[in-house]
């Protein structure tokens, strides 16, 4: 670092990136370390979501020296994955860490950790070239940053967007929710021969639906036909199986059966009550020049490069770069300026950051408020991609039945034996319905949580619990219904590390409980 501070050109460092591949895990170990060329040089974090970090630049005098970046913002796999995708020549290396703990002293152990970088920064340059060659950009600091210039390259550069104002952003970003996670079956229930289906590229092919263009106009009535967003009164009758209308509420995003308020789309308002839906319109947005299809030449783009590497690692990035935009749009102006001191109280008008689970201060690290405002943040856009997204799923639960529907998650579907899939839109085009798999049975057991069983093997689905801790044994476990605890080891954050200078943890969790599902009941 003292070289890197002091001696390197400043001219070039300046323009220069460092990269780690999981900078979060990395940079505990060094940010210490600049405690004592503080406060000459002082560290400014980036989040990209709060509490996750993809940048730590240096600065002197308030001006930048270098930048320090994760490379998992750009492509969120192992290190092992990248390289073999974008540097086959340089594979990463293998040692049991289970084993063995690293020691600076050992030769095998320095050339391992030497062979990392060579792999990185030959996977980081092959990568960026491959961005480049197919859309035209070098790659931005996260994904979707990516994404986001990479679609721009796509679209006339006379073509004009309008930005909301903060009420009318406010307002349509109430519309704005997640994919549907629904359940449909008998707690426990064993249900033989289940078939999946998963919508091809869910996101994109919403996409291809167009978006609301131009500048809307207050409305105290449904205008049918338009484009639109709306505050309103809901109706659900009580035995509706899978309701199509969000709710957001303290506790979360459900869809409800019943009498609530909540915000939705047009689109959204006209398919629930040709479903039968009870619908009181009190007030919304319309836009009159209708809708822009301003993405279809990025998505066509998208398509023709997944088939051209269709099977291969780099369609991986392809899927990446068409499944990343959409959410650019959605960000949220609250944010928050960070920065690290290691002398004072922290900077003026900068307040103590707190560990969100445990409410303990952690030490060095301050930061304020900031309202963000980028020519991107544009929720109806989000909101409108989401909510044709919700739609094409449910149209494929009702042409199979939606009592044949045990479980669906966002863009799938999974069905009981003997379902009519006749009239499903089946095929490899975007938008249509694909088979990804089969089961000899299925379980269901709540949302993000279900075991299937393929020849006598009994996998599944358990959110919150990692992959390598679910073994055969704890899947038996769970499929049998057992609410057991999973100790694993986590290593620490970037900010947890910064609080107690402890790099890992021992944790236990345990299974989602049905009993505690609030929107199942």
């Not at 109430?174 to 021969?193: D, F, I, R």
């Not at 131009?214 to 105290?220: I, S, V, Y």
């Not at 919700?390 to 009592?403: C, Q, S």
Request: aromatic residues 14%; hydrophobic residues 35%.
């Amino acid at each position: 670092l003292k070289y890197v501070l002091y001696q390197f050109d400043r001219k070039k460092l300046k323009n220069l990136i460092w990269y780690s591949h999981n900078g979060e895990y990395d940079w505990r170990y060094m940010v210490r370390i600049f405690k004592e060329f503080s406060p000459e040089f002082e560290i400014v974090p980036s989040e990209r979501a709060q509490g996750t970090l993809y940048q730590l630049e240096i600065r002197q005098d308030g001006k930048r020296v270098t930048r320090f970046r994760d490379s998992m913002a750009i492509y969120p796999r192992k290190l092992k994955e990248f390289a073999a995708a974008f540097s086959p020549d340089i594979p990463k290396g293998e040692i049991d860490w289970e084993k063995e703990r690293f020691d600076p002293h050992n030769p095998v152990h320095l050339e391992y950790a030497r062979n990392d970088v060579r792999c990185l920064v030959a996977a980081v340059q092959n990568y960026d070239a491959f961005i480049y060659e197919y859309f035209g950009v070098h790659v931005s600091a996260t994904s979707s940053g990516t994404a986001y210039q990479g679609w721009r390259r796509t679209i006339s550069k006379d073509y004009a967007h309008w930005r909301l104002t903060s009420c009318q952003e406010e307002y349509m970003r109430e519309t704005y929710v997640g994919g549907m996670v629904q359940l449909n079956a008998e707690y426990l229930k064993s249900y033989p021969n289940v078939t999946s289906y998963d919508i091809n590229s869910s996101y994109p092919a919403s996409m291809r639906k167009g978006v609301p263009i131009g500048k809307p106009h207050r409305t105290l009535r449904f205008e049918p036909g338009s484009v639109g967003y709306y505050q309103i009164n809901v109706r659900c009758r009580d035995d509706f199986i899978l309701p199509v209308i969000a709710h957001n509420s303290p506790k979360g995003l459900s869809f409800p059966t019943g009498q609530f308020s909540t915000f939705a789309t047009s689109i959204e308002i006209e398919y629930a009550l040709s479903l039968g839906y009870d619908i009181e319109i009190l007030d919304g947005y319309v836009f009159g020049d209708g809708l822009g299809f301003i993405f279809d030449a990025y998505v066509d783009k998208c398509e023709a490069l997944r088939a051209r590497f269709k099977g291969q690692p780099t369609e991986f990035v392809i899927k990446q770069m068409q499944n990343s935009l959409y959410g650019r749009f959605g960000m949220k102006p609250e944010g928050r300026e960070i920065k690290v001191d290691f002398e004072g109280d922290g900077p003026e008008d900068f307040q103590t950051v707190f560990d969100t689970t445990t409410g303990e201060t952690i030490p060095y690290l301050y930061y304020r408020d900031v309202e963000r405002s980028t020519e991107y943040m544009l929720p109806h856009w989000a909101s409108w991609i989401t909510a044709q997204s919700r739609i094409l799923l449910d149209k494929g639960a009702r042409a199979v039945g939606v009592e044949n529907v045990l479980y669906r998650d966002t863009d799938s579907l999974y069905v009981k034996e003997g379902t009519p899939v006749e009239n499903l839109d089946v095929g490899q085009i975007y938008g249509q319905f694909k088979i990804e798999g089969h089961f000899d049975e299925m379980r269901v057991h709540a949302p993000k949580f279900y075991s299937t069983v393929k020849d006598g093997v009994i996998s599944g689905k358990c959110k919150g619990i990692p992959k390598r801790e679910l073994t055969p044994e704890i899947w038996e476990k769970f499929h049998a219904g057992e609410l057991i605890s999973v100790g694993y080891h986590q290593s620490n954050s970037f900010l947890t590390a910064m609080k107690n200078g402890v790099f890992g943890t021992e944790r236990t969790r345990h299974q989602t409980q049905v009993q505690n599902i609030y929107s199942h009941e």
